[in-house]
Nanobody, 123 residues
Framework: VQLQASGGGLVQPGGSLRLTCATSGVTPDHYATGWFRQAPGKEREGVSCITNDDGMIFYADSVKGRFTITRDNAKKTVYLQMDSLKPEDTGVYYC?????????????????WGRGTQVTVSS
């Protein structure tokens, strides 16, 4: 399984970005795709997660009401719509996948990782 994150960039506070996580290769029947971020000097944070079958979803409290995760199973792609962005959302965003029927918040449990995409929220 290979993952590729894209869609990052520089945006002003209050702005929006949509991240894309494209999956290729042979994917498990049941898996969860998660978005994680890491800011300089800070630990990695789980942002959101979605399962491929029943669409179970998790959001970190810090992004609830502002971020929306969706999936397109036909394209094996997961999206993260980020609205009302704040400077504290700045960081490198990674997508990852793990064989699971439920959402997984712990990044250490993920088996497959893509390269990150930089998100910078600044005026």
């Amino acid at each position: 399984v290979q993952l590729q994150a894209s869609g990052g960039g520089l945006v002003q506070p209050g702005g929006s970005l949509r991240l894309t996580c494209a999956t290729s290769g042979v994917t498990p029947d049941h898996y969860a795709t998660g978005w994680f971020r890491q800011a300089p000097g800070k630990e990695r944070e789980g942002v959101s997660c979605i399962t491929n079958d029943d669409g179970m979803i998790f959001y970190a409290d810090s992004v609830k009401g502002r971020f929306t995760i969706t999936r397109d199973n036909a394209k094996k792609t997961v999206y993260l719509q980020m609205d009302s962005l704040k400077p504290e959302d700045t960081g490198v965003y990674y997508c990852a996948a793990v064989r699971s029927k439920i959402v997984i918040v712990n990044g250490d449990m993920y088996e497959y990782w893509g390269r990150g995409t930089q998100v910078t929220v600044s005026s």
